[in-house]
Nanobody, 116 residues
Framework: QVQLVESGGGLVQSGGSLRLSCAASGLSFWQYGMSWYRQGAGKERELVASIAPTTYGTTYGAFVKNRFTISRNNEENTVDLQMYSLKPEDTATYYC?????????WGQGTQVTVSS
């Protein structure tokens, strides 16, 4: 069974930083691309960042590319999202995601709240 568990969310002031982590199990982690999505209250879920297997190529949402960095550790089966210069509009639940044979798997999410 594929299982994804996020951690690292919390309450920070505007301009602060957080590091989120996703621990994966039940799959050959190094063979899969991994992504972070977020969903704010009353908004649709949107892609924050993704990282490819093997090549470690990355993709970022247009509004976060210069502030966030995604990374992965294939020995520990984890994918991290380092966030700097956080803004109130970054407030959302952040989810770890992986696609396997066209099927999406999601973690329970971790809450990020940025105060003004």
């Amino acid at each position: 069974q594929v299982q994804l568990v996020e951690s690292g969310g919390g309450l920070v002031q505007s301009g602060g930083s957080l590091r989120l982590s996703c621990a994966a199990s039940g799959l050959s982690f190094w063979q899969y691309g991994m992504s972070w999505y977020r969903q704010g209250a009353g908004k649709e879920r949107e892609l924050v960042a993704s990282i490819a297997p093997t090549t470690y190529g990355t993709t970022y949402g247009a509004f976060v590319k210069n502030r966030f960095t995604i990374s992965r550790n294939n020995e520990e089966n984890t994918v991290d999202l380092q966030m700097y210069s956080l803004k109130p509009e970054d407030t959302a639940t952040y989810y770890c995601n992986v696609k396997d044979s066209g099927r999406d798997y999601w973690g329970q999410g971790t809450q990020v709240t940025v105060s003004s």
